[in-house]
Nanobody
Framework: QVQLVESGGGLVQAGGSLRLSCAAS????????MGWFRQAPGKEREFVTA????????YYADSVKGRFTISRDNTKNTGYLQMNSLKPGDTAIYYC????????????????WGQGTQVTVSS
């Protein structure tokens, strides 16, 4: 089992930045792919970005490419999502998730989930 806890969400103006954290405990976090997803009211949960276990490969949704950066520090069992140039359309609950294997983008392919952290971007 892997337990995930997100933090760092909040209210920010358009153009601003936030850094989300995902603290992991339980099984060896370093062996898992870590992903970030988001879900806006009335919408399905969507893939944002993911990073493989050693940080050597990442993948981003087109909507956040060039604005968001995923990273991880396996010595701290923590993953990060740096979000810059935020837009009102980025408003959502952000979830981190973990799975073994390769990077995939479908939520149901991830085995472990955090409780989510709210990000609200005002115009």
């Amino acid at each position: 089992q892997v337990q995930l806890v997100e933090s760092g969400g909040g209210l920010v103006q358009a153009g601003g930045s936030l850094r989300l954290s995902c603290a992991a405990s339980g099984r060896t976090f370093s062996s898992y792919v870590m992903g970030w997803f988001r879900q806006a009211p009335g919408k399905e949960r969507e893939f944002v970005t993911a990073i493989i276990w050693n940080g050597g490969s990442t993948y981003y949704a087109d909507s956040v490419k060039g604005r968001f950066t995923i990273s991880r520090d396996n010595t701290k069992n923590t993953g990060y999502l740096q979000m810059n140039s935020l837009k009102p359309g980025d408003t959502a609950i952000y979830y981190c998730a973990a799975r073994r294997g390769v990077i995939v983008t479908m939520p149901h392919e991830y085995d472990y989930w955090g409780q989510g952290t709210q990000v609200t971007v005002s115009s």
